[in-house]
């Protein structure tokens, strides 16, 4: 343990700060207590000012504690994401193990599932940051993956503003990012109600066994209960079992609460029970990669923010964020699939530019002017979105966009759109759609030219029809 301790040394905090802080672990301190011990608040002093933390001593009678006292420091000092909960530092001091995270004042996860005041535009944010934080410590940095082997809502904390924090890494593995099957583990561990099957029968744990545990928190987040609730006595004591012999109407209409079934837009359900449904797949080779899952999410929370907030919406996406787009191209198939106009959906085997993507929508679907889409049925909002994302396209880098997107409907003949960039029959399709420039009848948007001032002409009058909507 010497060395260990030379090598952290950076991070030790005296016991003697750690008593003065939780006022001696005092009873009003006190935050939560688990198998290994209690968490206490304090504030602590650092270079940034002092900042409130939460201590979780390790119980005394714990004498078996120490290599996840130990993992837990390495993993957290080596592992560092917005969605991850921060090490602060750590005691080993007369006997005492303790470490130091950073506080989350809103508790973890599974306090809030039942509360009807939490809304789902919040739960699918909650669910999206766990996503990203559990993305991240699947992909591979310096030869190696974490397997985190004890996802549930009750490691799910909320800071202030509500934002996911991954916690609990006490039974966490690095797995070599060379090997399919990362770690292998000689006796069943983490949570039951969330433990792969697959993990359960062959001691075989892999990133696709969290993706399984995973999966049971995004249903409890939809369902506002716990995986196991054993106030019943019968197969609703269960979530998983209802949730694998129910069809998504049977899920909405019967497992789902009624003010937050209410609040749901459609697509926003439909894609999140989707994803949610492929992490319990049985064949582990069938559940999707994290990173598809926060794509997935990503996409919910994008249909839920146009039926409540469009310009939210449209914000998240003019960041470029990863999975934002893959939300972007499904809402355009959505809007401008409507109708008998042609429409080519845009191939999702491949990573494409912005640049293809702009020429992609500027060749395929001509314009986007108001009385066309309102003839495919489009709302105000829908013309809104349909704009703004065209004004997104156009002043975007060229950048790679990743749009895979394997169980969506969006499969396009075109496997390689970029052998379009220079076509010179593009070319001559272009000089057809000049004919739609500013002096047409119906003031249509012309994005395959660079009339910008047509272009803004028209959006003016799209941004007059939104404010009055």
């Known amino acids: 343990m010497s060395s260990f301790l030379q090598e952290f040394e950076h991070l030790i905090i005296p016991l003697q700060t750690i008593k003065d802080a939780t006022n001696n672990f005092g009873e009003d301190k006190f935050i939560a207590e688990g198998g290994y011990g209690k968490v206490y608040r304090g504030k602590f002093l650092r270079s940034e000012g002092e900042i409130m933390g939460a201590a979780k001593r390790w119980s005394l009678s714990n004498k078996e504690g120490d290599p996840e006292f130990r993992r837990e420091i390495m993993l957290l000092s080596d592992n ?3 969605n991850l909960i921060s090490l602060l530092g750590f005691c080993y001091e007369n006997n005492e193990r303790i470490l130091v995270y950073e506080y989350a004042p809103n508790k973890s996860l599974d306090f809030h599932l039942q509360d009807p005041n939490f809304t789902w535009i919040q739960r699918l944010k909650v669910c999206l940051g766990a996503a990203r934080g559990l993305e991240y410590l699947h992909n591979p940095r310096r030869g190696q993956r974490v397997l985190h082997c004890d996802i549930k809502s009750a490691n799910i904390l909320l800071d202030e503003n509500w934002n996911a ?48 545990s995973f999966g049971v928190v995004l249903f409890e987040v939809l369902c506002s209960r716990m995986c196991i609730d054993f106030s019943y006595n019968d197969n609703r004591r269960s979530l998983m079992f209802l949730v694998k012999e129910s069809s998504n109407e049977l899920i ?12 749901m837009a459609e697509n926003s359900f439909n894609m999140f029970v989707a994803i ?14 994290m990173e598809l899952i926060a794509s997935k999410l990503e996409a919910a929370l994008q249909y839920q923010l146009i039926k409540e907030n469009p310009d939210e919406a449209i914000k998240r996406w003019s960041t470029g964020k990863e999975g934002n787009f893959d939300a972007l191209l499904l809402t ?53 979105i349909c704009q703004k994302v065209l004004e997104i396209l156009e002043n975007s880098r060229d950048t790679t966009i990743n749009t895979t997107s394997p169980d969506t409907t969006i499969n396009a003949r075109d496997k390689d759109i970029n052998k379009y960039s220079r076509d010179t029959t593009i070319n001559a399709r272009d000089k057809t759609i000049n004919k739609y420039s500013r002096d047409t009848t119906i003031n249509a948007l012309d994005t395959a030219i660079n009339t910008n001032e047509s272009a803004a002409m028209d959006f003016k009058t799209l941004l007059s029809l939104w404010e009055s909507r």
């Not at 949610?276 to 990669?289: F, G, K, M, V, Y």
């Not at 990573?351 to 889409?373: C, G, H, M």
């Open 165 to 212: 924090k991954i916690a609990d890494f006490g039974l966490s593995k690095y797995g070599p990012a060379t090997q399919n099957r990362s770690y292998l583990i000689t006796q069943a561990k983490g949570t039951y109600g969330y433990c792969d099957p697959v993990f359960s029968e062959t001691m075989i744990y892999t990133k696709k066994s969290d993706v399984y």
């Open 332 to 384: 355009l198939q959505d809007i401008l699939g409507r109708g008998t106009y042609g429409w080519k959906p845009l191939s999702t085997a491949n990573k494409v530019s912005n640049r293809a993507l702009r020429k992609y929508y500027q060749r395929t679907v001509i314009y986007f002017s108001p009385d066309k889409l309102q003839e495919r049925g489009a709302s105000v909002t829908e013309m809104y």
């Open 80 to 82: 560092k994401h917005e």
């Open 252 to 263: 909405r209409d019967t497992l789902l609460d009624v003010t937050l079934r209410q609040q």
């Open 276 to 289: 949610a449904q492929q992490c319990l797949e049985t064949e582990q080779t069938q559940r999707p990669t």
